[in-house]
């Protein structure tokens, strides 16, 4: 048996002797699910970003008629197949628009003899399910069946965003509808992938429910049980957990790395750990699972040691994360970028910032890239401090040129936040600007906390702006938007405006259907 893990009251002998873990690591094929989830990645093209930032900037929301290739006409674009998808994955932010792009495209004679690819479509029900806006999207799924271009996958999005939004029936309703598109069954494997998509937005239960009535159907394998065994695992039901995987082995089928790596992550991320006894009894647990694991000759790998790291980390023991950290790399395993991650966020958190900044240079020199988690780590740190100098030369660094890392959505948001609560408008709309600009769209909390952080300066125009903007790109606004800007237009003697913006969300209701909801919102006495 391995030697035990360091617990937190350990004298720097016990320290020292911090579980090694083996580098062996897990098969390939049951690391993970195929990636029939995975649209094309955003691939470098200085052509898509700046006719992206040209529809951004130009496109007129209020003359739908007009079309977006009109733009890009002017400038003798050659718009190919693949330009497109990289300009829709550009403007996954801005749901109308990519979906004018996609229509205008279909019309267009460069595509009259081969209609947009099927990356094309499945962009666009993407970018309108993170809008909600699933009429539409059901729209261009008849679209790109029409043209060939209907598949799994396309399914599989659209039942993603049906589950982030909490519409788990209408998500297993379009998954049992992709027959009547594709012109076959799903087969087990687009099955497992609901169910693992299910259990990724903590609805472990309903994918327990289908995998019972169609268990007959689908031949169930590791892969099933492993997902529920993750699903249940994420709502903190070790119980049921363990009921699957007493079902799993009843059923002949060992548990693999992946499936006592789930377990290990439930048993360290959902425990509390403070006071200290907490921890010892969580480290304790750990070292448990690990002896079931060396009983059963399954041998930890990397990902155990990062989830063991991480555990360290959320108790902030940063001399424990040190010393597992140096271990590990003792041993000549390679730490990833979560691992790195994990011991920066202890570091910083700690009050460590100097530390942990050396350990970023550290990862950069060994090749390991960060990711944005890794600096938005410091600005989490920053922001603590209301250290605006330290957040804004980070952030000059990542959108440098030539930065192998750029900012993503939460670095935009946590900056601003951190500047409306600091009240510095001016760097708040230079963020904003910078962000538009860039390939990272605004989301709904973005424009939340822009609203919101005018309103509570009493900006009322800029506030009504940037609402009218949030309906024009085809976001819902949250009901406390509507009733905090409601409530201030009011006590500014606005009604007027009020009821323009107002007409305006009425408006998008009517063309895209349910999903933006009329609010009825009681009249405010003063």
Known sequence: MPPPLPAAGGSAARAAAVRLLCTVTSPADAASLPHLLALPPVAPSPAADELARLLLAHHNPFHPAESPLQLLSGGGVSLSGDLLVQILIRLRGASKLALSLLHAARLHPCFASTRPLADAYDAVVDALG????????????????????????????????????????????????????????????????????????????????????????????????????????????NDMAHKFLKDMIGHGIEPNIVTYNILLNSICRHASLHPDNRFDKTV????????????????????????????????????????????????????????????????????????????????????VCPSPATYNCFFKEYRGRKDASGALQLYNKMKAPGSPTAPDIHTYNILLGMFIKLDRYGTVMEIWSNMCESTVCPDLDSYTLLIHGFCNSKKWREACQFFMEMIEKGFLPQKITFETLYRGLIQADMLRTWRRLKRRVDEEAAKFGDEFKLYHIKPYKR
């Not at 991480?310 to 902030?316: D, E, F, K, L, T």
């Not at 590990?328 to 900044?357: F, H, N, Q, W």
């Open 130 to 237: 993170r809008a909600r806006q699933f009429d539409a999207a059901w729209r261009v799924v008849v679209d790109a069946s029409a043209d060939g271009a209907a598949s799994p996958r396309t399914f599989a999005v659209l039942a993603r965003r049906y589950v982030a939004a909490g519409m788990t029936r209408q998500a297993i309703r379009a998954f049992d509808d992709m027959e009547a598109f594709v012109g076959r069954e799903p087969d087990a494997g687009e099955f497992a992938t609901l169910l693992d998509t299910l259990c990724k937005y903590k609805y472990p239960k309903v994918a327990t429910e289908i995998f019972n009535k169609r268990k007959y159907k689908y031949e169930p394998n590791e892969k099933m049980y492993t997902i529920l065994i993750y699903g249940w695992c994420k709502v903190n039901r």
């Open 284 to 367: 304790q647990a750990a070292e448990g699972l690990l002896k079931e694991m060396h009983d059963k000759r399954i041998e930890p790998d990397v990902t155990s040691y990062s989830i063991i790291l991480h555990v360290y980390s959320r108790a902030h023991k940063p001399e424990l994360c040190l010393c597992m950290f140096h271990s590990m790399k003792e041993r000549g395993i390679c730490p990833t970028v979560a691992a790195y991650t994990s011991v920066i966020k202890c570091l910083a958190s700690c009050g460590r910032l100097e530390d942990a900044e050396t350990l970023l240079d550290e990862m950069v020199a060994e090749g």
